[in-house]
């Protein structure tokens, strides 16, 4: 298998596949999983052939949130860097949101921070009876900012309020309740689930669903104009650098609890 962070393939059905493939740490994502999938949907969006985008990852995990040790080298670069790794996050975001082909997650295991962004932009989501779910910013003193509008696309502001201010974990039956998940099956099922959405997809219309989708994101907290966005990326980029986001990535790294101020 190929080392690249992400991994895509396309069939002759015109249906890709894109693996997040960082196994070894969960999926986490840093700058080199962000440029491979915005290089992805590059590539695949350029195809006449694309139908369907297939997303899982690779080993145990979906997606673990952040790589918090990269997160933390982020941090104490300068403001302009910070600036363009948060944008680069919340483009990969925002284009997986508005592909304008049907996009299917698979998630299995850890689905964390960035994660749940992720599967939030997504069209269909089918979780594993094992996954795991967590909206983890704030126990690290940082905040979700830049995936925040999908988020309430889809679990609504009330669910949001909780899940993204507790920082728990819930499983694939709560996630389904509140609207991350479409569907939970057995771990072992969980391709062939997939499968089975991708051959419902292929059965509609490609125009048709494309028109449905963009004009649902146009009533949508994720459709946000460019102002928007970029206060986003702003606010998401500020918070790393503060002296509450250092706490946080400090009490991970030195496995204790955080000593917060105020």
Known sequence: MSSAPVLHDIDARGVATVALNRPEVGNAYNGDMIH????????????????????????????????LGWINSVRVASPEENVRVSRATAEAVDRLNRLPVPTVALVQGGCFGGGTGIIAACDVVIAADNAMFSIAEVRWGLTAAIILPQLSDAISVRQLRRYALTAERFGAAEAMRIGLAHQVVPLDRLAAAGEEIVGRLLENGPVAMAETKAIAL?????????????????????????EEAAEGLASFAEKRA???AG
Request: charged share 25%.
């Open 258 to 260: 955080a000593r917060w």
């Open 36 to 67: 491979g999938l915005l290089a992805a949907m590059d590539e695949l969006g350029a195809r006449p052939d694309l139908r369907v985008v297939l997303l899982r990852g690779n080993g145990r995990h979906f997606q673990a949130g952040a790589d």
């Open 218 to 242: 146009q009533s949508a907290w994720g459709g946000i104009d460019p102002a928007t966005f970029e206060a986003l990326v702003e606010s998401h980029s500020a918070k790393r650098q503060t």
